[in-house]
């Protein structure tokens, strides 16, 4: 199972975006739906989605936060046909961010945002396609502009299973980006491929909540490392969510509550979401005990 999971948050769209999703990528399926009853949100849908063979998690839960291209899916492809068909379906409704067409770095290549938002490069790669054909890529920009290479090497250092692959910097003459900044790095953390760059371009968007990483722990001892290393901004925490100092927000989650969610107990999923509600970081013995009416 991934240990890293990304989360996407709509306003009341989740279900209807994750059957699109999976209309578009072969072994896709959405694996089960859960209704979370009176959150600040009022009632929330949450749902996990199989999207070529990765694992997604989904949430409608209120118009609070929008995507940005700040965290964007890039989708590698090994045909041409592959990408215009791709581009082409997500485009609808959707927006463009760069036009379709051939690039130093990919013969066939399109950046749009979907009808919901969401944004997702789709490019063709040499080669095949590796296990992970869908990459969550890092924009820093604005404040975060030139911290790329930072945060790659600060995530190295709190993730235990992580390697680092290929970094381009920009060259003179790419301005307004610089040398010292990040064109494009690719890594990985607990076997998730992730992307990063910088942009010096005049972006009026930052990162937030509207995509976030969920990492799943098997114990207390497990959250309370990742929590000590991640958090940041104290105001940020709440419901296991934290922001991380790059402003990227993270959801530090006990394994076994997964389960708790998928129950068909009402009762039980009350009593669990009651007691999670008033938690900052999560203390899993008293979610167990919520579970189990203790």
Known sequence: MQ????????????????????????????????????????????????????????????????????????????????????????????????????????????WIEDRYGLSWQIMLVDGPVANQKI???????????????????????????????????????????????????????????????DSAQAHDFSFNEAISFIVYCEDQEEIDYYWEKLSFVPEAEQCGWLKDKFGISWQIVPRIMTEMMQTKDPEKLGRVTAAFLKMKKFDVAALVNAFEGV
């Open 3 to 110: 240990k890293i999971v990304t989360h996407l948050w709509y306003d009341k769209e989740a279900l209807e975006a994750a059957t699109f999703y999976s209309t578009l990528f072969a072994n896709s399926k959405i694996m089960n739906v859960v209704t979370i009853k009176d959150t600040p949100s009022g009632d929330s849908e949450t749902l996990t989605l199989k999207l070529a063979g990765q694992e997604f998690m989904l949430i409608s839960a209120g118009p609070f936060f929008k995507f940005t291209p700040n965290i964007s899916l890039r989708v590698d492809c090994e045909t041409e046909e592959e990408v215009v068909f791709l581009y082409d379906r997500l485009l609808v409704d959707g927006n463009v961010l760069m036009k379709l067409g051939s690039y130093p770095f990919s013969g066939k290549y399109g």
């Open 135 to 197: 990459t969550p890529t890092l924009m820093f920009t604005g404040d975060q502009l030139g911290k790329a290479e930072e945060a790659i090497h600060f995530y190295e250092t709190v993730f235990k299973n992580a390697t680092e692959g290929e970094f381009f910097h920009y060259e003179e003459g790419d301005a307004p980006d610089t040398p010292d900044t990040i064109k494009y790095a690719g890594f990985t953390l607990e076997d998730q491929a992730f992307a990063a760059m």
